[in-house]
C-alpha cells in the first residue's frame, strides 16, 4: 500500500502568523528604542554644545553676541534639563550627544565651582556700585566701611548722597577722591589723581565740552594707593549701561565706546602694579570687554569660589561688577552682603 504525505504549503521567509503576531511587536519595539528615543534631545544637546564652543562666531548684530556671552554659565542649567529629561526617557542616543556640552561647559565654567582661595592677602580692595537710587546710603556705607576694605571704590554715586558717604567714611578711610559720580576711600595716601576718559560724551559736541562741564558726568579716574610695598596704580570705572529694546535688540554702544576707552588707557598705563575696580555692565567673557580683560586678570577667577554673579542683588544672574588686576596676585576674592543697592559689592584681596 503507496502511502502519500499530506500536503503542506512550502514555509515562506515571513509567514502571516510571524508578520502579524502581536508578541514579536514589543521585542522590535524595544530594539528600535534606544536608538530612536530622544532625537529631538540629542540635536538640543549637540546645539547648545555648539553654541558654547563658537559663542566667539555669533555675529554680534543687535548685541546679540554680548548677550549670549553675558549669560554664557546659563548653559549649563539647559545641559542639566536636557540630562534629566534624557534619563527620564532611557535615551542613550541623548546620553551620549550630552558629553559633547557638559565637556565644554566644564572647560569654560569648571574651574570656577573649586574654591580657589588663598592665604591672607597684604591689601584688601572692594568695589561697590552703590546705586543711585539707593534708600539707604548711610547703612551703604557704614557696611562697606566694616567690610575691612584698605581700598574702596564707589559707583554710581548720586549729588544729593554724596555728602552722605563722605560723612559716614570719613573716620575709616583718611584719604579719599570723588570725581564725578565715581570715588574712592583709601586707608594709605592717594596722589596722581585724575579723571580717565571714558568717551561718555561722544562726537564733536562732547569734544568742544569744557573739563567743568564734563566733571560732574565722569565716571572713571585713577589714583596712585601709596602701599609700604611700592606704588598700586588704581582705576574706578563704570561703563555705560546696556539696554534691552525692541528697535535696537541688546543695546551696547555706550558701555562698548566706554570700554574701548578705557581699554586704551590701560594700554597707556605704565604702572607695574594695576588694580580697576568698577561696574563694567559686562562679563569678562564679554567680547566687548577684551581690550581691557586681555590685560588685566579677573581676582574672581584666581581666588574667588563659585561665580561671584553681583546682579541684580536680589537674583543675581552675572557678575558685571568687576576685580581685575595686573602685577598682583589675588588671594581671596569674594561677593560681599547685599545693601541698599541693586547690586553686589565685591572684594578681594592682594598680595605681591
Request: a negative charge; glycine letters at 16%.
Given at each position: 500500500m503507496k502511502l502519500t504525505p499530506p500536503l503542506t504549503e512550502?514555509?515562506?521567509?515571513?509567514?502571516?502568523?510571524t508578520a502579524t503576531d502581536p508578541a514579536a511587536a514589543p521585542v522590535r519595539d524595544a530594539a528600535a528604542g534606544p536608538r530612536r528615543r530622544g532625537r529631538v534631545l540629542a540635536v538640543l544637546a549637540l546645539a547648545a554644545g555648539a553654541l558654547m564652543a563658537l559663542?566667539?562666531?555669533?555675529?554680534?548684530?543687535?548685541?546679540?553676541?554680548?548677550?549670549?556671552?553675558?549669560?554664557?554659565?546659563?548653559?549649563g542649567a539647559v545641559v542639566a534639563v536636557l540630562l534629566v529629561l534624557a534619563v527620564l526617557r532611557r535615551s542613550a542616543t541623548a546620553l551620549v550627544a550630552l558629553l559633547l556640552p557638559v565637556t565644554v561647559w566644564l572647560s569654560?565654567?569648571?574651574?570656577?565651582?573649586?574654591?580657589?582661595?588663598?592665604?591672607?592677602?597684604?591689601?584688601?580692595v572692594a568695589s561697590h556700585n552703590v546705586g543711585a537710587a539707593n534708600p539707604d546710603p548711610a547703612g551703604t556705607a557704614r557696611a562697606l566701611a566694616a567690610s575691612g576694605a584698605d581700598v574702596l571704590a564707589l559707583e554710581e554715586v548720586a549729588a544729593q548722597a554724596r555728602g552722605t558717604y563722605e560723612r559716614e567714611l570719613a573716620g575709616t578711610y583718611p584719604h579719599r577722591t570723588v570725581l564725578g559720580t565715581v570715588g574712592l576711600w583709601s586707608r594709605l595716601p592717594l596722589s596722581d589723581v585724575r579723571p580717565v576718559d571714558t568717551a561718555v560724551d561722544a562726537g564733536p559736541l562732547g569734544d568742544a565740552k569744557p573739563e567743568s562741564a564734563r566733571l560732574p558726568h565722569n565716571r572713571a579716574l585713577r589714583a596712585t594707593v601709596a602701599t609700604d610695598r611700592?606704588?598700586?596704580?588704581?582705576?574706578?570705572?563704570?561703563?555705560?549701561s546696556v539696554r534691552v529694546t525692541p528697535r535696537t535688540g541688546f543695546w551696547t554702544d555706550a558701555r562698548n565706546?566706554?570700554?574701548?576707552?578705557?581699554?586704551a588707557a590701560l594700554a597707556a598705563e605704565r604702572g607695574e602694579r594695576v588694580v580697576l575696580l568698577g561696574d563694567l555692565n559686562g562679563t569678562v567673557d564679554d567680547r566687548a570687554l577684551s581690550g581691557i580683560t586681555s590685560r588685566l586678570r579677573p581676582a574672581q577667577e584666581e581666588a574667588?569660589?563659585?561665580?561671584?554673579?553681583?546682579?541684580?542683588?536680589?537674583f543675581p544672574v552675572a557678575r558685571i561688577d568687576q576685580i581685575l588686576v595686573r602685577g598682583v596676585q589675588p588671594s581671596r576674592a569674594r561677593?560681599?552682603?547685599?545693601?541698599?543697592?541693586?547690586?553686589?559689592?565685591?572684594?578681594?584681596?592682594?598680595r605681591w
Open positions: 512550502p514555509a515562506s521567509a515571513a509567514s502571516p502568523t559663542h566667539a562666531w555669533i555675529p554680534d548684530v543687535g548685541g546679540l553676541g554680548s548677550l549670549v556671552e553675558s549669560f554664557l554659565p546659563w548653559c569654560l565654567f569648571g574651574g570656577l565651582l573649586v574654591d580657589k582661595s588663598g592665604p591672607a592677602g597684604t591689601l584688601t611700592g606704588p598700586l596704580a588704581v582705576y574706578v570705572a563704570h561703563l555705560g565706546r566706554n570700554a574701548e576707552a578705557l581699554g574667588g569660589d563659585g561665580f561671584g554673579f553681583t546682579w541684580p542683588a536680589s561677593v560681599l552682603a547685599a545693601t541698599g543697592s541693586d547690586h553686589l559689592p565685591v572684594a578681594a584681596e592682594l
